[in-house]
């Protein structure tokens, strides 16, 4: 048995209450990245391989026993290559260099503009390059996820490097179907929209979701960061996301006061819902693929390097958003979107992600095992905390399983610190260091008592 380890948030078996999923950061800030690390456990898992998440958190000091326990270390990847990412690459980096076995990088992606410039990454160009050796090192090739982080390793001069997208798109094999329906979008059609916090404050994306919100009665807006499942959630306002009122994870937002605005823990429960919608478009790459899987139409509006490569390469619809009108109508996108590229060509790419593995010595669960059916029917089995809402209501059902919450963490942090004292309390025997007077006086005032002593 094959004992491979994954680097993700968690694993996708694991249900986690809300609570613990926001304070815990399970989906490491933005939930997309849930999506490809499920999605590369279903395809990892194989009668001869266990699939062990190892969290988020980089500890250099695990390595040994990383050598020890594992066989194998692979490491989805998103956007890693950007300025923002760069001490956390510094840390991996660290880590991989004292590993002894394989690691296998899918699907890792640079951040630059929708120019393709490389020159914004040019000052952590070192890094970069430190990372992708250690990593070559231990591996027979690289997975990027598109033509422009390709073009910017091969510049380096690494030539062990595979454009296969992101594993996201694999999760159900070779199965992609994309409901279209004849009919054109109007009034009565549910749409799903997605953004980020940039798209709307760099962007026309926010009159975009505002025209959408009064044309469409049923629009949905998905959120993805932390922050805005916080805000959601607990109506915390303290991230620097907070000030962004247009943004309708905001409470402010006509859209956040109406409960048209949901943030996901779980991929399942996020896809399961986006079955029931007829369109879905937006900034977010993942929110989108998170669509596709489902069924739902979608269309990307591309703001950088990120999104661009990966439509690019699965032929996924998009559009520049820069060039966006601010009245873009999502019955236009709709209209316009071809998905015959991206089914036709899914065989195509799914057969270069497999041939990936195989290079790099895994098994897929598609060539090897049951095609994911143990993983789905597992994963059927499992109840997961349906989309987050926002907290519009002041009655005891909403309030009391937060309350609960808050109770038990109060409970928990209660006996943390009693134990501590428990501790404090048995070390107390330790001689405390005394001060130089408390010495001096000592040496001096035994002579002195003796002397005073009345003689027998």
């Avoid at 422009?148 to 694999?170: A, H, K, N, Q, W």
């Avoid at 109770?407 to 209660?414: I, M, N, P, V």
Wanted: with cysteine; glycine share 8%.
């Amino acid at each position: 048995m094959k004992r491979i380890l994954l680097r993700s948030g968690k694993s996708p078996y694991d249900v986690v209450p809300v609570e613990r999923a926001l304070h815990e950061d399970v989906f490491a800030t933005n939930s997309g990245n849930l999506i490809f690390s499920d999605a590369a456990h279903k395809i990892l898992e194989t009668p001869r391989s266990e699939v062990v998440s190892n969290g988020i958190t980089t500890r250099v000091a695990d390595a040994d026993r990383i050598n020890s326990e594992y066989d194998v270390f692979v490491i989805p990847l998103a956007n890693a290559f950007r300025p923002s990412f760069e001490r956390q690459l510094e840390r991996l980096t660290q880590l991989i260099s004292k590993l002894k076995i394989p690691v296998v990088v899918p699907g890792v992606g640079a951040q630059t503009g929708t120019n393709y410039s490389a020159d914004r990454l040019r000052p952590m160009q070192s890094t970069v390059y430190a990372f992708v050796s250690a990593v070559l090192d231990r591996s027979a090739s690289i997975g990027v996820r598109g033509e422009f982080t390709e073009r910017y390793l091969r510049d380096m001069g690494f030539r062990d490097v595979d454009v296969i997208g992101c594993p996201s798109m694999f999760l159900n094999g070779t199965r992609l179907d994309i409901r279209k329906s004849g009919r054109a979008l109007g009034p009565d059609s549910r749409i799903s929209v997605n953004g980020s916090h940039d798209a709307v404050r760099k962007h026309k994306l926010g009159r975009i979701i505002n025209r959408t919100h009064v044309h469409y009665p049923h629009l949905r807006f998905i959120g993805q960061n932390l922050s805005e499942a916080r805000q959601l959630h607990w109506r915390d306002m303290s991230h620097q996301n907070a000030t962004l009122a247009d943004i309708p994870t905001h409470p402010d937002h006509p859209m956040y006061r109406e409960d048209k605005v949901r943030v996901y823990v779980d991929p399942a429960a996020w896809m399961d819902d986006l079955r029931g919608f007829d369109f879905s478009f937006g900034s977010r790459i993942h929110g989108n693929i998170a669509a596709l899987l489902a069924g739902t139409p979608a269309t990307v509006l591309c703001g950088d390097s990120r999104t661009l490569e990966l439509c690019r390469y699965f032929d996924i619809p998009h559009r520049m958003l820069a060039k966006a009108p601010s009245d873009l109508d999502p019955a236009e996108l709709y209209a316009e979107a071809d998905f015959g590229p991206l089914t036709r060509g899914h065989q195509e790419r799914f057969d270069r992600f497999m041939n990936f593995l195989d290079k790099n010595g895994l098994e897929n669960t598609f060539t090897h095992g049951d095609g994911g059916a143990a993983f789905e029917e597992r994963m059927s089995g499992l109840a997961f905390p349906p989309g987050i809402r926002p907290w519009v209501g002041a009655d005891a059902s909403t309030m009391s399983a937060r309350l609960g919450w808050l109770q038990s963490q109060l409970t928990d942090l209660t006996e943390q610190n009693n134990q501590l004292k428990r501790k404090l309390s048995k070390n107390s025997s330790v001689p405390v260091q005394r001060s130089t007077y408390q010495r001096a006086r000592s040496v001096v005032g035994r002579p002195i008592k003796r002397a005073l002593r009345p003689s027998r």
